[in-house]
C-alpha cells in the first residue's frame, strides 16, 4: 500500500468518525443513536401510530437503552428512525406506554417532551 492510499485511508476514517460524532454518536454510550434505532425495529409500528399496541420486544429494547434520556432523544430523533418512517411526535411517548416507570418525564427532546 503506497503512501498516498494510506493517506487516503486515514482521512475516510477521520471523517466517518467525525460525522459519527457529529450524529449524536456520544449520546448513547455503548453505540451510535442509528445503530441504536436499528434495535427499536420492534416498535417501528408502535412509533408510527399513537393507537397501534406496543410490542413487548418494543419495550424490552427500550428499556436496555437504559432510559438515558440524552441516548433515547438521540435514538428518535436520528436518521435512521427518520428513514424509517417513525413520527418523532409518537414515538417519544414509548415508554409511557410501554409503562416503564422510571422513564424520564418532563425532559425535553428537540421540540418534544418525554410524557
Known sequence: MGATTKALCL????????????????????????????KLAPCASAAQDANAAVPSSCCTQVKKLGLNPKCLCAVML????????????IAIG????????????????GAYTLP
Open 11 to 38: 482521512l475516510g476514517l477521520l471523517l466517518l468518525s467525525l460525522s459519527i460524532s457529529s450524529n449524536g454518536a456520544g449520546e448513547c454510550p455503548r453505540s451510535t443513536p442509528d445503530n441504536e434505532a436499528m
Open 78 to 89: 436520528s436518521n435512521m428512525a427518520k428513514m424509517a418512517g417513525i413520527n418523532p411526535e
Open 94 to 109: 414509548i415508554p409511557k406506554r410501554c409503562n416503564l416507570a422510571d422513564r424520564p418525564i418532563g425532559y425535553k427532546c
